[in-house]
């Protein structure tokens, strides 16, 4: 069994500088890929940024060059460091892992979502 923990996200004012945390914990052997996603109300879920088992990363345009994706692999946790945050930034922020468990080959496994709402 996995558990996927988010923490972070609420009410941030334009400009701030959040960070969002996602803590997998459980039956793991080892984790590979980890992903943020967010969903604003009424649009489909974006895929915001991904982290390889070595440290790869990528971004969608819309974030490049403000968030950071990074990871701790002795922790099995995943970062989101959100910096010049806009409105438009709005969203359910979702982390989600492909993990291989010890009983299990492989599977992806949802955070439960984190509330990100950009106003002043």
């Known amino acids: 069994q996995v558990r996927v923990v988010q923490s972070g996200g609420g009410l941030v004012q334009p400009g701030g500088s959040p960070r969002l945390s996602c803590a997998a914990s459980g039956s793991i052997f080892s984790i590979y890929t980890m992903d943020w996603y967010r969903q604003a109300p009424g649009k489909q879920r974006e895929l915001v940024a991904t982290?390889?088992?070595?440290?790869?990363?990528r971004y969608a345009d819309s974030v490049k060059g403000r968030f950071t994706i990074s990871r701790d692999h002795a922790k099995n946790t995943m970062y989101l460091q959100m910096n010049s945050l806009k409105p438009e930034d709005t969203a359910a922020y979702y982390c989600?892992?492909?993990?291989?468990?010890?009983?299990?080959?492989?599977?992806?496994?949802w955070g439960q979502g984190t509330q990100v709402t950009v106003s002043s």
């Open positions: 982290i390889t088992s070595g440290n790869s990363t």
């Open positions: 989600k892992a492909d993990v291989r468990t010890i009983v299990v080959a492989r599977g992806e496994y």
